[in-house]
């Protein structure tokens, strides 16, 4: 069974430009959770989307933000990048609603913001 | 959701039971006791999780305490390859805090 995919495996972008990252769940999967790990610091959550709907977001700038598509894959879209953005963005996917459902990841994005 | 308190470090034999505890003392009756890992920046590995019993499979045991207050990440025959650093999370999963909520970890280092 095919894991968490991400795409691409790393970006590089100036500031100012606007990055997409993109992330293909396990199949039958519906949930995705997105995740940002800057150097030095914890993996801190971004955004779970769920059925296609944003179901909760973490303390970020509006200028990150996403979807999830009918398929379930979803999309991280970072405007306006700034230096502090350059991280790894890990994508999670876990098969839904309930107390134990279990993330599993993909291998992330690194984001490099020259 | 509770927080978790874990060593920063620990060093483990190659091919010695590796033992890592984790303390949640202000656990909720409805949170679960997961554990990750992350290898060199890769994604993080989901290994084991639970809720009051003590649950085993092909990477790990989880011991948690009677009171579920801490438990202890067991992994029987460590291996160069497992050195990583790992995260004890405590979730509930109801409502939209679904998110897991990653602290420092504690970075084992098996030796050879």
């Known amino acids: 069974e095919a894991g968490v995919t991400q795409s691409p495996t790393h970006l590089i972008k100036t500031r100012g430009q606007q990055a997409t990252l993109r992330c293909s769940p396990i199949?039958?999967?519906?949930?995705v959770y997105w995740y940002q790990q800057a150097l030095g610091l914890g993996l801190q959550f971004l955004l779970w989307?769920?059925?296609?709907?944003?179901?909760n977001r973490g303390n970020f700038p509006p200028r990150f933000s996403g979807r999830q598509f009918p398929n379930y894959s979803s999309e991280l879209n970072v405007n306006a990048l700034e230096l502090e953005d350059s991280a790894l963005y890990l994508c999670a996917s876990s098969p839904g609603t309930g107390v134990r459902e279990t993330q599993y990841f993909g291998p992330g994005t690194r984001l490099l913001v020259l | 959701d509770a927080k978790t308190t874990q060593p920063p470090s620990m060093d483990c034999a190659e091919g010695r039971a590796a033992n890592l505890p984790c303390n949640h003392s202000?656990?909720?009756?409805?949170?679960?006791v997961y554990w990750y890992r992350q290898i060199h920046s890769q994604g993080p590995q989901y290994i084991i999780h639970?809720?009051?019993n003590n649950e085993t499979n092909e990477m790990a045991s989880l011991i948690i305490t009677e009171d579920r207050k801490s438990s202890t990440l067991i992994l029987p025959h460590a291996t160069l390859r497992d050195t990583a650093v790992y995260y004890c999370?405590?979730?509930?999963?109801?409502?939209?805090?679904?998110?897991?909520?990653f602290g420092s970890g504690t970075q084992l280092t098996v030796l050879p």
């Open positions: 989307y769920d059925e296609g709907e944003e179901r």
């Open positions: 199949s039958g999967h519906t949930s």
């Open positions: 999370i405590v979730r509930a999963g109801s409502g939209s805090a679904r998110q897991l909520t």
């Open positions: 202000t656990i909720s009756g409805n949170e679960y």
């Open positions: 639970g809720l009051k």
